[in-house]
């Protein structure tokens, strides 16, 4: 008697064999929200696997979280298992992220006010300052009270950071005014003592009286007895320098 051996095959075929290509818009920047993948069409979601190490990604949708992501660039596996008669595909793609510029608005600055002030950023290839103040790299501005300024700076990558500068605005310096400041001293020799930063008496010298009664701009020296004691109304101004004595003017004279 013959043996006969039939060996059956499983000729069912994968109707649908899956497909697993995705993409990522990229480049992107760093700390910026989240990245999304694209299917392509029929395409499925399998598991998502990335090499290097350093990118934070759902292994489930394939999103990467930009903000949790270190710089550079990636390779991204998409593996759909296999079911049934159907294989295991897999699709691969890149995703670039690109470091933030580094910006800086310059150091805080301190003006008088009425000035004007130049400041200048840098770190990017584009600029954008804060309040419509320019769009440039530096920008000269006259702000009337302590302003801060933010510039966002951009780089060749289209990712952006910003930094703050503070411009303090010192008002302008107040003579004061003093009608009853006693001048000179008839009642010996010496002056009387007085402290506005000694703007009448320089060197020894004091103003005083030329033919009695005070003249603008006499300098006398104080072993003078024709200095006359009195009340005098002046005037004069406060720069960087020492203050500077502009003018007397006799008010009363006893």
């Known amino acids: 008697m013959a043996t006969i051996s039939i060996t059956v095959n499983d000729c069912a075929a994968c109707p649908n064999p ?56 990636y390779t991204v596996t998409n593996t759909v298992a296999a079911s049934g008669a159907c294989p295991q595909a897999t699709a691969t793609a890149n995703i670039s992220i690109n470091s933030l510029p580094t910006a800086d608005a310059g150091i805080d600055q301190s003006i008088c006010q009425g000035d004007n002030v130049t400041l200048t950023a840098s770190g990017g290839t584009n600029y954008q300052w804060s309040d419509g103040a320019g769009n440039t790299a530096s920008i000269s501005i006259n702000p009337v009270a302590t302003t801060t300024y933010t510039v966002t700076v951009s780089d060749a990558a289209a990712c952006s950071a910003t930094d703050d500068v503070t411009v303090i605005v010192n008002n302008a310096a107040d003579a004061g005014a003093d009608n009853s400041a006693t001048v000179c001293d008839n009642s010996g ?35 003078e007895k024709d200095c006359l004691q009195g009340n005098y109304e002046y005037s004069y101004t406060v720069a960087a320098l020492p203050l500077v004595l502009m003018m007397w003017l006799p008010s009363v004279l006893l």
Not at 206 to 219: R, Y
């Open 189 to 223: 020799e010496g002056s009387s003592a007085i402290d506005l930063s000694t703007p009448r008496q320089r060197g020894g010298r004091c103003v005083c009286s030329i033919g009695g009664a005070p003249a603008l701009g006499q300098v006398q020296p104080l072993t």
């Open 18 to 73: 899956p497909t697993a290509g995705f993409s990522y818009a990229s480049p992107f920047c760093v700390g910026v929200g989240t990245a999304s993948i694209t299917l392509d069409a029929g395409a499925t979601a399998g598991l998502f696997t990335a090499n290097p190490a350093g990118l934070s990604i759902n292994a489930t949708t394939g999103e990467v979280d930009l903000v949790a992501s270190t710089a550079g660039t």
